[in-house]
């Protein structure tokens, strides 16, 4: 008996059959029964085969989420505790020790649990549930992870749009409270940071970035470096690290700022080599240029520009732009690490948008490296939509 169906048109079960997660709308000729929301489907396609096990949201576009391809494998605590413990088993194998203590252990889709994200730092646990599926699994999803990861503190973070487009209210707090409290104290490639798991932006840091941020520090030496929008000062203090001779930091919000002040204090590092800069980055490239500024290393990481395809031409003039000015304050040998972490921007666009700002900025561009998340973001190869993180070091010839 497979309880309530999702019976997907005729000819639309393709993308199933590649093992992509996701149903749209469009995809459904019909539901039988009548399954509440987050409650699991029987995806079949319109021979009546079985393909999947799927999570139902019926206010979302993306009307279903698989959790099992494997009918003899339906949701539940079984198949959520192997699930689990593979995602951990990776982290092992793929993030060594000496990158330090915090790391994203589930990666939602791409470790085959939708909409749920659980990023460690140190010994606490913050948690996303951005999907119905994860939200009708909370306590049982949670409880895994809890017990196999050995983590006691739990903070949710179920506080982000994607919440909204699952008709899901958001909701935020400890589920169970770490001693030390909301300020994380973390290592990261030898250097300390403090994160706020309740007010800060997304779960509180950018683990995508931790690589890249090692990059950086071994590029660094000897540079005066610009790093925009800095957040809490992952590049900046990467940079110093590496021996920068100064950074100027620009971040629009001035709570990052404050977090990225004090995280240099934590570290034994020479304030006096770090400048801050309170403003939109857009602004302050043309200001810097007007005061004939010039610097060695860029880092350009901005926020996502494009959630998804439909926002790319939006997206692709900010990109144009930033790069494009910050290409005009690059010294000619200067390496430019730039970023996009916009699911709707591919690898080729972004760096056909890159391209086409240097050709403006009159400036030769030798490709010296593409960056992407770290491994504890992993990609699905057939969920390219996992794949959001990509970057270009770039030297000024
Ligand atoms: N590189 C950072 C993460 C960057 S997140 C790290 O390694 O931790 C993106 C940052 O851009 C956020 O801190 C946000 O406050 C800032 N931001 C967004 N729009 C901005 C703008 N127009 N000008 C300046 N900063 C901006």
């Known amino acids: ?24 709308s469009g995809a459904v000729e019909r539901i039988h029964g009548s399954p509440q929301t987050g409650d699991t489907l029987a995806v079949c396609a319109a021979d009546g085969a079985f393909l999947a096990w799927a999570a139902y949201s019926p206010a979302s576009q993306i009307r279903a989420r ?41 990666h939602a889709e791409s470790d085959g649990l939708p909409g749920f994200v659980v990023d460690r730092y140190a010994d606490v646990l913050v948690v ?24 006691a503190g739990i903070y949710e973070r179920s506080d982000t749009d994607a919440r909204a487009l699952e ?3 958001s909701r ?38 931790r690589d890249n941020r090692a990059s950086v520090m071994r590029l660094a030496g000897g540079r005066e470096a610009l790093n925009c929008f800095c957040y809490t000062g992952g590049f900046t203090l990467a940079a110093l690290a590496g021996g920068a001779s100064s950074v100027l930091s620009i971040d629009s919000s001035g709570a990052a700022l404050d977090r990225a002040r004090s995280n240099l204090g934590l570290n034994a590092m020479d304030a006096g080599r770090a400048e801050w800069l309170d403003a939109d980055v857009f602004g302050a490239l043309r200001k810097l240029r007007a005061e004939e500024r010039a610097f060695d290393l860029i ?23 930033i790069n494009l000015n910050a290409l005009r304050l690059l010294k000619p040998g ?11 921007v591919s690898p080729e666009l972004f760096q056909k948008i890159v391209a086409g700002a240097a050709a403006d900025a009159g400036v030769s561009l030798l490709l010296r490296e593409r960056f992407a998340a770290a491994p504890d973001h992993p990609v699905l190869i057939d969920f390219p939509e996992g794949e959001y993180l990509k970057g270009l070091l770039l030297e000024r010839r």
């Not at 008996?1 to 749209?24: C, D």
């Open 334 to 344: 200067g390496l430019l690490a730039t970023f996009s972490c916009s699911g709707g």
């Open 299 to 321: 880092v350009l990481d901005p926020p996502k520009f494009a959630p998804t395809p439909k926002d790319a031409p939006r997206a692709a003039r900010g990109y144009k732009d």
């Open 1 to 24: 008996m497979r309880g309530p169906t999702l019976e997907l048109k005729r000819g639309r079960e393709r993308s199933l059959v590649r093992r992509h997660p996701w149903i749209f």
């Open 66 to 106: 698989v959790w099992s391809f494997d009918e003899e494998c339906p949701p539940g605590p079984g198949l959520f505790e192997a699930k689990i413990a593979a995602a951990l088993e990776l982290r092992r194998q793929a993030v060594p020790a000496p990158a330090g203590n915090a790391l994203r252990l589930i």
């Open 128 to 151: 996303q549930l951005l999907s119905a599926g994860s939200e009708r699994w909370r306590e049982t999803l949670i409880g895994i992870v809890r017990e196999q990861s050995g983590c």
């Open 172 to 209: 935020s707090g400890w589920i169970a409270p770490a001693a030390a409290g909301c300020l994380v104290r973390i290592l990261e490639n030898g250097i300390r940071y403090e994160v706020d798991v309740a007010g800060g932006q997304k779960t509180g840091f950018f683990l995508d970035q």
């Open 167 to 169: 008709g899901l209210a």
